[in-house]
């Protein structure tokens, strides 16, 4: 018999309350939206049942949602009305992210965070999250078009840049242009299968080859500390790992190697694996949903980028009571 006797401190749900390690909060979830041309849409996404494509006047509505529940950031991702091979749409003024982050500014001030990712995969006809030359991705071509953009969505509002096109020198190109804008540099971003239904939802699938030359191999954990070191170094504010449940080791890591505060994006295959399973009776959406975001804390982020952000929230008030 040891000393340690770990189910004494077990037995009610009251200790077990009071000795938990890890508290999910609903400040701590980020809700990614996807904003579309239009007006009154809310358009359901396939591969992700409960997430919609909306338009810009439905913004405020989802907004009050968010922060009735206590979520208070978003994560911004348009569908532009065009496409071109710059991705263009990406720095127009009256762009489709640009637009939206002005109707939530004019809606609720400065109460929802408002984050937006810089990447030109969801503007460019080609799919690719670069310019091209030739068949491959133009690394340094790249650059100042992120730069634009960033710069572009910061003189819209928006509080956070979110650079995710895993070129090198990006957050340094960002953070040339924008010496004051809070840079959450997606450093650690694995070149994953989890991203497919969001490619769906974004219409950002790449029309040739894939992401394999950009994003990292997801075999690689000392690379992706190399990654977040650079990104730092290069003026980032905050580092993201994605996806978050894949790759809970490199949460870790990142934890331990930086006193910046770690973001982890629960990806949308992450999310459509727990509704697939749980539509079917195979798994409990809400005890695999929250035992998730509970794993992801427990690695070290303390921002956790989810589509389950508006729902978490609803059940972590339920857990309250
Ligand atoms: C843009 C971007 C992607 C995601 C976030 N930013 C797509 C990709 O890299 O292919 C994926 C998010 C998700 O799957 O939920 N590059």
Redesign the pocket.
């Known amino acids: 018999m040891t000393d340690f006797h770990g189910r004494r401190l077990r037995r009610t749900p009251a200790l077990r309350a009071l000795v938990t390690e890890t508290r999910l909060h609903p400040a701590m979830l980020v809700a990614?939206l996807f904003v579309r041309p239009g007006r009154g849409i809310r358009e359901e996404i396939g591969s992700?049942p409960g997430q919609h494509r909306l338009s810009v006047d439905e913004l405020p509505a989802h907004a009050a949602r968010l922060l009735e529940a206590g979520v208070r950031s978003v994560?911004l991702?348009g569908l532009p009305e065009s496409k071109d091979p710059d991705g263009s749409g990406a720095w127009a003024d009256k762009g489709i992210v640009q637009q939206a982050i002005r109707e939530l500014r004019r809606a609720v001030g400065d109460e929802l965070a408002v984050i937006t990712?810089v990447?030109?995969?969801?503007y460019t006809s080609h799919g690719h999250?670069g310019v091209l030359r030739g068949a491959s991705i133009d690394n340094d071509a790249t650059l100042p078009l992120l730069a634009r953009s960033a710069a572009s969505l910061v003189a819209a509002g928006a509080d956070v840049v979110?650079p995710?096109?895993?070129m090198d020198g990006q957050v340094a190109a960002i953070r040339e242009q924008l010496p004051d804008a809070p840079i959450l540099a997606?450093a650690a971003?694995h070149?994953?299968a989890?991203?497919?239904?969001?490619?769906e939802?974004?219409d950002?699938?790449?029309a040739f080859g894939d992401?394999r030359s950009y994003?990292m191999d997801p075999a690689n954990r000392r690379e992706a500390v190399s990654e977040i070191l650079a990104d730092l170094d290069e003026g980032a504010d905050m580092i993201m790992v994605?996806?978050a449940l894949p790759a809970l080791d490199i949460v870790a890591a990142a934890r331990a190697a930086t006193n910046v505060p770690i973001a982890a994006?629960?990806?949308?295959?992450?999310?459509a694996v727990i509704c697939a399973a749980a539509e079917r009776g195979w798994i409990d959406r809400r005890a695999a949903a929250l035992e998730s975001l509970t794993a992801i804390a427990r690695a070290g982020a303390g921002v956790i980028?989810s589509?389950f952000a508006l729902e978490a929230a609803g059940w972590l008030h339920e857990m309250d009571r």
């Open positions: 990614p992700m994560l991702f990712d990447c030109l995969c969801e999250c979110a995710s096109a895993m997606y971003k070149a994953s989890f991203y497919g239904p969001f490619r939802a974004a950002s699938a790449p992401r994003q994605k996806p994006y629960q990806v949308s295959g992450e999310y980028v589509y």
